[in-house]
């Protein structure tokens, strides 16, 4: 069995296996970022646990990038896409931005309040979240698994593309705004009546837009 540095190298070996860095175009722009070929070790581990898993088989660009959180492009088992979400450790932002969310809620009482802890518990709770909105009926992403800091969920695809993802409501408004509402009141009254959940920031900037499907994010 590998140890220290070997077993390193043999992580550091099969997640860069797993990493494309082909260039993704979408919509007009020449293309995506590439994946990074650092991540910190943490990370990498928990990459390397959820390949072994069979959850990812490939990794390809970033599709998105904030301050807290990246998500890739990959393909999962049977050359479904799905999302993976790396919740980044080193930035400050991530406490900063979830601390009123953090402040009061049960499920943090007894998370160690250093950094990576309350990463990896918001991880948990996003992942939770995700199946209870799922099994009320709510159109998210279906959760998939996740391990520390890393998430793994659908890819909600643009109509007719790959890896490219659905545009947001703010940038691609409904064409019948009508329907659109009362369908976003219904997963409403789901979120709360069947999962008790309660979305805090429901905008058009966390609504993908595959009319006449609408998925909630974030």
Not at 21 to 38: A, D, F, I, L
Not at 87 to 93: H, P, R, Y
Not at 98 to 122: E, Q, T
Not at 164 to 176: F, G, I, T, Y
Request: charged share 35%.
């Amino acid at each position: 069995m590998a140890h220290g540095e070997e077993l390193e190298d043999e992580v550091l070996r099969l997640v860069r296996e797993r990493v494309e860095t082909q260039r993704v175009k979408r919509r007009g722009e020449e293309h995506y970022e590439v994946v990074e070929e650092v991540f910190d070790r943490a990370t990498l581990l928990a990459l390397y646990d959820l390949i072994n898993r069979g959850y990812i088989e490939r990794i390809y660009g970033v599709v998105a990038t904030g301050k807290e959180a990246r998500i890739y492009w990959g393909e999962g088992p049977s050359s479904r896409d799905v999302a993976v979400k790396i919740f980044l450790v080193a930035t400050a932002e991530f406490w900063r931005s979830r601390k009123r969310y953090i402040d009061g809620d049960p499920r943090f009482a007894r998370v160690r309040k250093s950094r990576r802890h309350l990463i990896r518990a918001w991880c948990n709770k996003e992942f939770k979240n995700l199946k209870l909105a799922h099994a009320a009926g709510v159109r998210v992403p279906e959760p998939i698994a996740f391990k520390e800091n890393v998430l793994v969920m659908e890819f909600i695809n643009a109509p007719g593309e790959r890896g490219v993802p659905a545009p947001l409501l703010k940038d691609a408004p409904p064409e019948d705004p009508e329907s659109a509402f009362e369908l976003m009141i219904e997963y409403v009254r789901r979120l709360y009546r069947r999962a008790r959940l309660v979305h805090a920031d429901l905008s058009e900037y966390n609504v993908l837009n595959r009319e006449p499907e609408f998925v909630i994010i974030d």
